[in-house]
């Protein structure tokens, strides 16, 4: 069982619609990432997060510490937020601050 | 201010050869962390650096693979005798320190033919 599960793997939406990707961990963590990858390109940092909830533009990013579970909330979705999403984390281990990730969720927003 | 710079972003080598690739990161960054994306795969951690020293490198293939970080310079990611399994994406990234955030390179395409 991987230590950070995401669902849904894949993730069709209609411009507009509001749009949640869930991240599940099993270990102790000192921070949570939600990165963006579009296809064939570069990753991009969306949020970092130890507790409680960040928003930037029309992203929200939750975690709920106790539960060991995170989301990523797109509203009012649009075409260019086409791309995988990729949920990671940073263990509460000794010095490591290497980052271990989910498998990722592929969007696609379609007019 | 340039982000982390990597270099080449495309690279194809034939079975046998040896492949460079080169990270910079952000000025000021002392960390670089390697990253390997596989076809149709997640991404995995590889090495961990800090300025000429290899912090973690237990994601590192036992063979052909080595990593450095010099004290002046990129970091070099090295893959000595490649195969087709080699054939990936490797990213760098890196971070002022080991509680902060990271920044992501646009990665190398490694192909091995």
């Known amino acids: 069982k991987n230590e950070v599960e995401q669902s849904p793997q894949n993730l069709t939406a209609q411009e507009g619609e509001f749009i949640t990707i869930n991240c599940s961990y099993s270990?102790?963590?000192?921070?949570l990432h939600w990165l963006q990858q579009h296809p064939g390109g570069g990753i991009v940092s969306l949020f970092m997060?130890?507790?409680g909830k960040k928003k930037h533009g029309r992203l929200i990013a939750t975690i709920n510490i106790q539960e060991k579970h995170s989301s990523l909330h797109i509203t009012a979705s649009h075409p260019r937020d086409s791309a995988v999403y990729i949920c990671?984390?940073?263990?509460?281990?000794?010095?490591?601050?290497?980052?271990?990730f989910g498998t990722g969720t592929r969007l696609q927003v379609t007019l | 201010n340039a982000g982390v710079m990597q270099n080449p972003r495309h690279l194809v080598r034939r079975r046998g050869q040896e492949a460079r690739l080169r990270c910079s990161p952000v000025?000021?960054?002392?960390?670089v962390y390697w990253y390997r994306q596989l076809p149709e795969e997640g991404l995995k951690f590889m090495v961990y650096?800090?300025?000429?020293?290899?912090?973690?490198e237990s994601g590192m293939p036992k063979e052909r693979f080595s990593a450095e970080f010099p004290k002046e310079g990129p970091s070099i990611l090295r893959i000595q005798q490649v195969v087709r399994g080699d054939s990936a994406a490797y990213f760098c990234?890196?971070?002022?320190?080991?509680?902060?955030?990271?920044?992501f390179g646009s990665g190398t395409r490694l192909t091995v033919v």
């Open positions: 270990v102790g963590i000192s921070a």
């Open positions: 000025k000021g960054h002392s960390h």
């Open positions: 990671a984390v940073t263990l509460n281990t000794g010095t490591a601050s290497k980052l271990t």
């Open positions: 997060l130890s507790s």
């Open positions: 990234a890196s971070s002022p320190g080991p509680n902060y955030g990271y920044t």
């Open positions: 650096l800090q300025k000429e020293n290899i912090i973690d």
